[in-house]
């Protein structure tokens, strides 16, 4: 069996200066690139998500309320939907979109070019352990999380490579992720505001 590393939702918009950005997430970025460079073997796969806005239609509101809708953030064909340029994307293998047009948080409702989604694409290639890392672990990290231990993986969050929104939703999704049997390693960057 094999590992593999998600990537969740490393993109401009949810970084330092973007439409909905997390403090800290530029930094993750940059650990995320380090630690594939340091270790390039600890992985057997590695792969990543995308929100992927076309037209989520409640899930961008105006005003927000920064619970069920928020900023218009990673729309399809705009910079903020990249990539963030610290995050070295040569050893990820497919890239998952969600979000297209209904709000979605976690990278197995998402799919690769292809159409395939997460799941299938993790059993295909033999994986049955995930570390899970990106932005933010409050919000579509924790999804993702709970939804690969839902499947069936062994499932570990790298905490110190995901940044997080607030103290208070990320204790919640701490709890949740614990609760599930996700297992919790460091800390995460978290806003001081």
Request: glycine fraction near 12%.
């Amino acid at each position: 069996m094999a590992n593999a590393l998600i990537i969740v939702d490393v993109q401009n918009d949810f970084c330092e200066g973007g439409s909905l950005a997390v403090a800290g997430g530029a930094g993750v970025a940059a650990g995320i690139s380090g630690l594939l460079a340091a270790e390039p073997q600890r992985w057997d796969h590695v792969v990543a998500t995308k929100d992927y806005h076309v037209d989520p239609g409640a899930h961008f509101g105006d005003p927000p309320d920064y619970v069920e809708s928020w900023p218009r953030h990673c729309v399809v064909g705009t910079s903020g939907s990249e990539f963030h340029p610290d995050l070295v994307t040569d050893r990820v293998e497919a890239v998952f979109h969600k979000g297209e047009h209904a709000a979605a948080y976690s990278g197995f409702e998402g799919h690769a070019a292809d159409g395939e989604g997460l799941a299938g694409w993790l059993r295909r290639h033999d994986v049955d352990r995930v570390d899970v890392v990106g932005i933010a672990t409050d919000h579509c990290v924790r999804a993702t999380a709970l939804d690969a231990a839902r499947e069936g993986f062994a499932t570990t969050v790298l905490l110190d490579l995901t940044a997080a929104v607030a103290p208070p939703t990320l204790d919640v999704a701490l709890r949740a992720m614990d609760g599930a049997g996700v297992t919790l390693h460091g800390e995460p960057v978290i806003s001081a505001a």
